[in-house]
């Protein structure tokens, strides 16, 4: 209980984040609970699995499409509003499902789809956002590992508890839950308070939207301090998303478990991405390490996986996806908590998106292009994983490296710069007063 003191006091008395935490947890599961149904009806309704793989890359494409514009918006507008409307209208597409009545009205599973997840485009760079200006420096690392651990539940549990809702009530009544789940969301949303600084000169320069995107990107690759944890997330996913969907296919065709196997498997990832950011705030609190410990992550998880790709014991490969992922979800929160810590409130909305923009993409292309050597068959499964994990230790030597030495390049400077201002203020202080 001691271990969880931090946390709940977070939660406890710091009555803003608590609102936006309990929205996030509804709008999270309603994320993973509907996903099932949405598979069901394309299948009822097709019976074809190129389109059931189609509805994944909807997903991921329209995500990735709207979060320039949802960065954008999450720093011009009130970002309290606009997760209000998102969930909103997140609540009204998934009740919109319930249209879906024969093969000819398929094509709306996909528009509501990808409507669905502009909103979550919008909806997720504003939480992010808005983080920092209701938590104090000491509660932020707290707050974003709440966070981070209630994901992780509610993947784990979601689509499961999704799956048996199915199954025994049926696809409408999914959807009425789901929808419902994300008006409800707004409630506390309405009740929160989030400040948003912004300035004349920020509002002015945020008039052209095109304009104001072109200069979110160029804010971003002017400060390389805020660049590199902005790439963490992306750099893993290379090649950790082919490695977890390629857990699909070990459950499938190595432990011959089926669903069970998966269950397993993901519930332990979902274990890992909880733990793994408890772990880095208990031994390895400082900040100034976090980018090479980044790196490091990537390296631990990719070894984890060499090894999986050599066995076919159930319970050690669970025991060893845990412990990749706790690498993963280390990686998550701390290149989180930097960005939030190093970016201006005026452009924390466009940082976000693009993050996210460069996080759906690349694992959208790791999927695609795991999925297409195993359906080739150009490498056997076990092959497939050795790869995909070897590459993804060489992106965590190549991370510590370049990304991990230019860090350190710029802690020095930054150290240096503070020692002579310190100096400089000693001086001052120290001239006698002539009056």
Not at 165 to 184: E, M, P, Q, S
Not at 363 to 389: H, K, N, P, R
Request: hydrophobic content about 50%.
């Amino acid at each position: 209980m001691n271990k969880l003191g931090p946390y709940l006091e977070v939660i406890r008395h710091n009555h803003q984040f608590r609102r936006v935490w309990l929205s996030q947890v509804i709008s999270n599961f309603g994320d993973w609970f509907g996903v099932l149904a949405v598979f069901t009806i394309v299948l009822q309704y097709s019976d074809s699995e190129f389109l059931l793989g189609l509805i994944i890359v909807t997903k991921f494409l329209s995500f990735a499409m709207i979060s320039p514009f949802a960065g954008y918006l999450a720093d011009r507008y009130d970002r309290r509003i606009l997760m209000i409307l998102c969930d909103f209208g997140r609540g009204a597409v998934v009740l919109s499902f319930l249209f879906v009545r024969d093969p000819s009205l398929l094509w709306l599973v996909y528009v509501l789809t990808t409507m669905q997840m502009g909103f979550a485009a919008v909806f997720e760079p504003s939480k992010q956002a808005s983080i920092p200006n209701i938590t104090s420096g000491d509660e932020l690392v707290k707050a974003n590992i709440i966070s981070n651990l209630s994901w992780s539940i509610i993947f784990t549990t979601g689509m499961g508890i999704g799956g048996l809702v199915t199954a025994w009530l049926g696809t409408d009544a999914v959807f009425v839950i789901n929808g419902t789940g994300y008006i409800l969301s707004t409630w506390f949303l309405f009740r929160a308070t989030i400040p948003h600084r912004r300035d004349d000169a920020t509002i002015k320069s945020l008039s052209n939207p095109v304009r104001g995107i072109i200069d979110g990107y160029k804010f971003i690759f002017a400060n390389q301090h805020i660049l590199r944890p902005a790439l963490a997330k992306g750099s893993i996913t290379f090649f950790l998303g082919a490695l977890v969907y390629m857990l699909i296919l070990v459950s499938e065709e190595i432990l011959l478990m089926g669903s069970i196997g998966l269950g397993l498997l993901y519930a332990s990832r979902g274990l890992g991405t909880a733990v793994g950011p408890v772990l880095v705030r208990r031994y390895f609190s400082d900040e100034r390490k976090w980018v090479r410990m980044m790196g490091l992550s990537m390296i631990s998880a990719g070894a984890f996986y060499v090894v999986i790709g050599t066995l076919e014991v159930v319970w050690v490969m669970v025991f060893l996806v845990f412990l990749a992922h706790c690498g993963s979800g280390a990686n998550w929160v701390m290149s989180t908590v930097l960005l939030q810590k190093r970016s201006p409130d005026a452009f924390r909305g466009r940082i976000f998106s693009s993050e996210w923009l460069l996080f759906t993409f690349l694992q959208a292309f790791s999927v695609t292009g795991a999925s297409l050597i195993m359906e080739f068959g150009l490498l056997t499964l076990q092959e497939a994983i050795w790869i995909y994990a070897s590459g993804l230790i060489l992106t965590g030597v190549a991370w510590l490296w370049v990304v991990a030495r230019k860090e350190s390049r710029w802690q020095r400077m930054n150290a240096a710069r503070t020692w002579r201002e310190e100096m400089r203020k000693h001086q001052v202080s120290a001239v006698p007063d002539q009056g």
